[in-house]
């Protein structure tokens, strides 16, 4: 079987091991390695309030080549002034020093509970353990896949291979996050590795691109965390012509990296803390696609309809009460609404609909909300999931 | 024992009868009147979709004197069309025709599920029954407050006596509203009476204060309907020289009618959809009122920081987050934050504290929760509500 995980790109190395920070004993602690080193690009949180982690990346990001990743889950290195900085910084050095390259081509990300201390000591042990098991195994991939995950259910991978230029290139892609999680990736941890050649900056570019439309699209609370990370590594081992303009080879890889964000996307909000269904909020009729933008997400967001997709309850007065409040130019007159294919409010009416049926399409894994804000073309999207007991129950009590 | 329900204040009469909507037959239709004719002012959603209770009421509320308010309870008559329009309209001649006044000196409020037509007969004929019950007794009073109750669980009633020139002045209040609520009031309904004589300038101007700092600072879910309605009536008939300058009569009557506000706005959030504490967000040191107040309800607001209140879990990393998201000027090494008295993050730092003692001020019926933005000297608050199992449970299947 061909191998599904972060190391199917070539020239990627992964370990996941434990360090002792999870109490069950499970793995806490993940590096990718690019032996010949790799382009990199990252996306990062725009909370104001930001883990050392994040600062540390984007600095490092900026560097000639990456030769690591070094990842840590359970406690995410946040709000920990001066010591967790210093933390973040002795997370890169000790990877350095492990594949012998310098701590500025390394990249950290943590991700967890804020405000605690990382246990240093045993980060820096877990860190040389893991070093020693590197390998390119689809097992070694998935072992950092478990490394990283806090309250997530599933690990949660993706690869997607194409070919440019008569070469075969591989995107391999991982992701982190379970709740939390609004537009602009809040609590989400994402690895991506990939063997095509390309530059940096349309690395850069398309990484952006891919991300706005995938995991910025995608809301389980609203929530933006301290530490969000989208990052990829580009060995160019693949051989193929290098993507150094935005041509055609740059389109298939960067359609390639939509599809594989598109997929992680999902795979993180079916994985929601306590979700059971996602749907698609699809707004169209505004008069620009901000606002289409902003409406869509109101929905998503919005408990009360979050709470009628759990119930599989198509009260769509409660999505029309959410757009009204979004802060969005309408026309009450001619707003429009269909849960799936039924129509259930026309020109700011309700419309007799069958009531057995739209409980069907939203009882569906995944459907969509259309709404008709009928005031002019733009339009936009944003995906969400269900709110339901299990949420709060997982986030009454995950702290102490 | 005194009255302390509507009909406190002198010159008002109420009723609450069973029309038919509610299957339970509990009371779904109410009316206060004032034969004498009141002066009266209103504040209502700014939600961009709005019922037609709301639209009526907003332009009988010009009228020189208001006889009589109408509600119902169950449908709130939203995105009906003009079906729901006539419907407003049809109970406020009614209500007129029972009291011999004009349609326009008769406000209306309708609550409940958006979408529904009202069984218009049914309402009719139950403000022709409930007229021939008026009566100023207190259980008059209470039989108005039951009957505008939807998912609350107790009624909720507040008076407040003063002396305004030598002459005894009540202001009495009822309010119902369980979730949907965020500032600006949504989905909630508040009637207040007064015998004050007072003019109606500075009737609608002590109002909309007396809302804007304690009914629109309160959300349970930061959700803004399409109904909300908070409506005063002053009947003039306690005699004291007439409230005509923002003299200190002004102020006293202003003050009181805030407190029995805040009573109301309080007693509605303890009642909310499954909570079980409050909580009071106050943000100091932000470069703006705007700034602090909307931090404030971004914490307020903030799913994981209502599911730790929930918990009595001082996650204070969840509110630090929340800051960071919500889009406000602060200085992320200056920012600090208290649960009650206990410093929980200093100067963009972990602090080491008590958690026995944090998690004990955190399972008060009440705590507050302060933050400091570390850049201005403006500030505010906003009241919020823990988020339970038992919000979804109600939320996911209010409908169908």
Same mark, same amino acid.
């Given at each position: 079987m061909a191998n599904e995980s972060i190391t199917a790109a070539k020239g990627f190395l992964a370990a996941g091991i434990s360090c002792g920070i999870k109490k069950s004993g499970k793995n806490d602690l993940g590096l990718i390695v690019c032996p010949t080193g790799a382009k990199a690009a990252g996306v990062f949180t725009t909370n104001k309030i930001v883990s050392p982690a994040v600062v540390v990346s984007k600095k490092h990001?900026?560097?000639? $080549?990456?030769?690591a990743v070094v990842v840590n889950s359970v406690? %995410?290195? *946040? #709000? &920990? $002034?001066e010591e967790g900085y210093k933390n973040a910084v002795k997370m890169c050095e000790r990877t350095a020093a492990e594949i012998e390259e310098?701590? !500025?081509n390394v990249l950290v990300a943590s991700t967890g509970v804020i405000g605690e201390q990382l246990p240093i000591k045993k980060v820096l042990t877990g860190i040389s353990k893991a070093s020693k098991k590197l390998s390119a195994s689809d097992k070694a991939g998935l072992d950092f896949t478990k490394a990283i995950m &806090? &309250? +997530?259910?599933v690990a949660k991978q993706a690869v997607r291979r194409i070919n440019i230029s008569w070469k075969k290139v591989t995107i391999a892609g991982t992701i982190k996050g379970a709740g939390?999680?609004?537009?602009?990736?809040?609590t989400m941890l994402c690895f991506i590795t990939t063997d095509a050649a390309i530059s940096k900056g349309l690395l850069g570019k398309a990484l952006k691109k891919a991300v706005s439309v995938t995991l910025n699209k995608? &809301?389980? +609370?609203?929530h933006q965390s301290t530490n969000d990370t989208a990052l990829i590594l580009a060995?160019?081992? *693949?051989?193929?012509?290098?993507?150094?303009? @935005? #041509?055609r080879r740059y389109k298939k890889f960067s359609k390639a990296l939509f599809e594989l964000c598109d997929d992680l996307g999902r795979q993180m909000l079916m994985d %929601? @803390? $306590?979700?059971t269904r996602i749907f698609k909020v699809f707004v169209k009729g505004a008069t620009s696609g901000n606002d289409a933008a902003k409406a869509a997400r109101a929905i998503a967001d919005y408990p009360l309809v979050k709470c009628a997709v759990n119930g599989a309850d198509p009260n769509w007065g409660r999505i029309i009460c959410a757009v009204g409040s979004a802060g969005v130019k309408l026309n009450a007159g001619k707003i429009s609404c269909k849960l799936g294919d039924v129509l259930v409010f026309n020109n700011g009416k309700a419309v007799k609909f069958d009531v057995k049926k739209a409980s069907k399409v939203i009882s569906k894994p995944e459907h969509i909300i259309t709404v008709d804000l009928?005031?002019? !073309?733009s339009s936009d999207f944003c995906y969400g999931c269900d709110l339901s007991r299990e949420y709060v129950t997982i986030n009454a009590d995950y702290h102490t």
């Open positions: 990001v900026k560097s000639g $080549g990456i030769y406690i %995410a290195n *946040a #709000c &920990t $002034g310098k701590s !500025k &806090t &309250t +997530d259910r939390m999680i609004g537009p602009n990736m809040a995608v &809301t389980v +609370d609203g060995s160019g081992l *693949a051989g193929n012509r290098v993507i150094s303009s @935005e #041509c %929601a @803390e $306590g979700a009928g005031v002019g !073309k």
